[in-house]
């Protein structure tokens, strides 16, 4: 397709390489018993070469959680196309949501889960917090409407949001309409006939601010601006070109061959990854491969809606000579391992998080990651393909909030012990002290 060679060349990125570290994790079942969902009868270790009695199973671990300190992820993948566009409309401003729960100590009982049983940290999305990021660092201010109260204890993506980004928290009431919120925000920060651009889903629409009672009026010194509104979980068809450029990538790479069978592993939110994946393998002919999308947030009817959204509008905005419906891709949704509510933890899985990462040296955390890394783990036992592997989405920051509401995961320290008093009698001479 050659027109998606002269997208992929378009020498302006976000990341200057797709290029990710890849490492091999073995695994090996300590006794009899099998359990996908108990990752504590398994023994894991990185970068095994062959197979051998000790490590008979592995995959493979495309490692872009260390692209970046706090970018790391399928976030920087997100916004790998998305800034230099933001760059080249000359975007001053970008404005983004976030579902946002808030849980502090002083208020856990106001937000016990129906469950009974599950405490929820509310914490701000990644998608924000990489974004106020991404914009400091190429000369936008972020504007972060983030949903419900400031925590009492600022940590994690909250702590990274308020360092880069201007954050504004909104009382739930008004974050329920969410075009209502972003219009009277807009009113409050932008002035009258400021252009305004708003990515979501599958459309880019363009628009200018309307002069109203409530407009903010041109301060002196204040130059005008041009800003731009982003999707919840930078969901959009221009988020889906980075994951594309990934792909083609991973297929020149030595690690992985075009005609092999290969399943990609990777957890999803709003599915934007596991879609700009498997939308790369079908524009790029790899027939072979598959994308494995674990559901941790909506229903298969969601995810299947959703990749035909963003699939249209990658489409129409690069004017692809296809339809949505006529392109056949490899992307099979599972569910998770021991289906949840979004954000519940089971226990052990904390537990299992740090195992993993004394064994392997690799993070996961338990609501993300580690979703993808078990099935990883089923798919490579039932060798249900010539390679598996795991797209590591990050998401490192997010353990800082589940250590203030899961303590107990985080507190199971060894006092010190100091050592013996050596006795001097055995280290002295005959006649000296």
């Known amino acids: 397709m050659s027109s998606l060679d002269a997208l992929l060349e378009r020498g302006v990125w976000l990341l200057e390489t797709p290029c990710s570290r890849i490492d091999t994790v073995g695994f090996a079942l300590k006794g009899c ?6 990752l504590s009868k398994f023994d894991f270790c990185k970068n095994v070469t062959s197979k051998t009695e000790k490590e008979p199973h592995k995959f493979r671990v495309i490692r872009d959680d260390l692209l970046h300190p706090t970018l790391g992820g399928n976030k920087i993948r997100k916004l790998d196309a998305v800034v230099p566009f933001l760059k080249d409309e000359e975007i001053t401003d970008v404005v983004r949501t976030s579902l946002f729960f808030v849980l502090s100590f002083l208020s856990l009982k106001r937000f016990q889960c129906l469950s009974g049983d599950l405490w929820r940290l509310s914490k701000c999305s990644c998608c924000c917090c990489s974004s106020a990021v991404a ?6 201010s972020a504007h972060l409407l983030l949903r419900g109260e400031k925590i009492e204890v600022t940590t994690g993506y909250n702590l990274i949001s308020e360092v880069y980004g201007n954050v504004v928290y909104v009382p739930r009431t008004e974050y329920a309409d969410r075009q209502k919120m972003l219009s009277s925000h807009m009113e409050r920060v932008a002035c009258p006939e400021e252009p305004v651009l708003w990515l979501n889903g599958n459309s880019i629409t363009r628009e200018t601010i309307t002069p109203s009672e409530s407009s903010k009026l041109l301060e002196p010194g204040r130059g005008r ?9 930078g969901a959009s068809g221009l988020a889906l070109l980075g994951f594309i450029r990934l792909v083609r990538w991973l297929s020149e790479n030595e690690v992985f061959e075009r005609d092999d069978k290969i399943k990609i592993v990777v957890d999803s939110g709003t599915g934007t990854s596991a879609i700009g994946l498997a939308l790369g393998i079908a524009l790029l002919g790899l027939h072979q491969w598959e994308i494995v999308g674990v559901m941790l947030s909506g229903s298969r009817e969601y995810y299947e809606r959703q990749t035909k959204n963003l699939v249209t509008g990658f489409l129409q905005q690069f004017r692809c000579d ?8 490899n992307l099979v949704w599972e569910e ?6 979004f954000g ?4 052990g899985e904390i537990g299992a998080c740090k195992s993993i990462a004394r064994q392997t040296g690799i993070l996961l955390d338990p609501i993300y990651t580690l979703a993808a890394w078990e099935v990883a783990i089923e798919l490579s036992w039932n060798e249900t393909a010539d390679k598996v592997a795991i797209l590591h989405t990050g998401g490192a920051l997010g353990l800082f909030g589940l250590a203030q509401t899961n303590p107990q995961e985080f ?16 280290h002295t001479k005959s006649g000296r002290s």
């Open 336 to 341: 998770r391992k021991r289906v949840r509510r």
């Open 411 to 426: 507190s199971q320290t060894r006092e010190y012990a100091p050592p013996k008093q050596l006795s001097l009698a055995r």
């Open 225 to 233: 601006r041009k800003w731009a509104v982003l999707g919840e979980g």
């Open 344 to 347: 519940k933890i089971y226990g």
């Open 135 to 140: 914009c400091a660092e190429h000369g936008m």
């Open 322 to 329: 296809q339809s949505a419906e006529a392109l056949s891709l």
């Open 33 to 38: 018993e099998c359990s996908f969902q108990d």
